[in-house]
């Protein structure tokens, strides 16, 4: 079977909302070191991997929305389509205290040759999906841990990050905020500024209206847990979108 590095959920649909995964999988391409990183089944399972259960909300929130979702098939660890392509965080070596073996000695042709066959196809196609209305919105699924090694514990069940442009990301998570049983973070647990990162590239830097949103992981291990997340969201993306008048 032919490797492909993402995959399109609901290409044929029309929608104003684009939903981007770009953590979906802990999938290693066979070219890379034949498939392995050097890591364990357990290491490859955890946060450092991959957006664990954002694939699952993804598609379901797709779906409920009816709009259409690109989701990545490759391991941030093999190359983290979030980060511009200039970012020394491309390609890790050390992530959460864990040494990446694959990685540790890859030079400029290995990093080269990761960006030709996964980033940039990944790229390519978000860009042609974000293209195809003018009013396009793009909100951008993720995931996070309840705690990376040595800090505190997280108590949000969901973040919503922005940078300059809020128009769409404020009304969010005002919105979020009446829900009484969640504690919404606004820019946590992590800043919403990385300058050439996918949002950056195919929303801000085209003036489209986004959001990029993080939920707590133990909240959508289960595929039922995704679908609940996914139908709970999309009533809320709608409903903003008419208070924010993009």
């Known amino acids: 079977m032919t490797y492909h590095p993402f995959h399109i959920h609901g290409d044929d649909r029309d929608s104003r909302f684009l939903i981007t995964c770009d953590h979906a999988t802990n999938t290693v ?25 954002a694939a699952g909300v993804t598609r379901a929130l797709a779906d409920a929305l009816g709009c259409a979702a690109i989701l990545s098939d490759f391991s941030r660890l093999v190359i983290d389509p979030n980060r511009g392509d200039d970012d020394p965080t491309l390609l890790m070596k050390l992530y959460d205290g864990t040494i990446i073996p694959a990685n540790r000695h890859a030079d400029a042709a290995e990093l080269e040759r990761r ?49 300059e442009d ?50 707590r992981n133990d909240l959508i291990e289960t595929d039922q847990q995704q679908a609940q997340w996914g139908q709970r969201l999309a009533p809320i993306l709608t409903e903003t979108l008419s208070r924010s008048g993009v």
């Not at 089944?41 to 957006?51: E, F, K, L, S, V």
């Not at 974000?130 to 919105?137: G, I, L, N, Y």
Request: glycine share 10%; with cysteine.
């Open 115 to 163: 960006l030709d066959a996964c980033y940039r196809p990944y790229h390519a196609a978000l860009a042609d999906l974000a293209a195809r209305r003018d009013d396009t919105v793009i909100i951008s699924m993720h995931s996070f841990t309840p705690q990376l090694q040595g800090r505190a514990p997280r108590p949000w069940h969901i973040g919503v990050l922005w940078a």
């Open 29 to 53: 391409p066979p070219f890379v070191n034949g498939g392995e990183l050097g890591l364990g089944a357990g290491d490859m399972n955890r946060h450092i991997a991959y957006d664990v259960g």
């Open 166 to 215: 809020g128009r769409y990301a404020q009304p969010l998570i005002t919105r979020l905020k009446e829900e009484p049983d969640l504690c919404v973070g606004d820019n946590e647990p992590y800043t919403g500024y990385l300058p050439g990162d996918a949002i950056d590239t195919h929303a801000t830097a085209h003036g489209r209206p986004n959001a990029l949103i993080e939920i």
